[in-house]
Nanobody, 125 residues
Framework: QVQLVESGGGLVQPGGSLRLSCAAS????????IGWFRQAPGKEREGVSC???????YYADSVKGRVTISRDNAQNTVYLQMNSLKPEDTAVYYC???????????????????WGQGTQVTVSS
């Protein structure tokens, strides 16, 4: 059945890098926009980035310049490359898919249809 599985999280020192992956099963990504979200303890969920069907992207100001979202439809996988990580990046990171056949662009404020279980990212010395 439909499933999204995040991986690649872990403990990293400030200034380090991580590459998060989101593998989709049960459907193909061609007609979906993909979003990455994060939630830290005691904080509201935050939209980090999204990528549309045609490859246009959005990045939150908090991560702009340090994060790159990408998609590999052939592998049914979405990636979030994170560089120059800061302690404030510590959170559980979730990928999410939105059926986007009628969308002209992506937005983290749109409703998303499928969510992964999340992967923990901890940035600390």
């Amino acid at each position: 059945q439909v499933q999204l599985v995040e991986s690649g999280g872990g403990l990293v020192q400030p200034g380090g890098s991580l590459r998060l992956s989101c593998a989709a099963s049960g459907f193909t990504l061609d007609y979906y926009a993909i979003g990455w979200f994060r939630q830290a303890p005691g904080k509201e969920r935050e939209g980090v980035s999204c990528i549309s069907r045609d490859g246009s992207t959005y990045y939150a100001d908090s991560v702009k310049g340090r994060v790159t979202i990408s998609r590999d439809n052939a592998q049914n996988t979405v990636y979030l490359q994170m560089n120059s990580l800061k302690p404030e990046d510590t959170a559980v990171y979730y990928c999410a898919l939105r059926f986007a056949a009628y969308d002209s662009s992506c937005s983290v404020s749109y409703e998303y249809d499928y969510w992964g279980q999340g992967t923990q990212v901890t940035v600390s010395s």
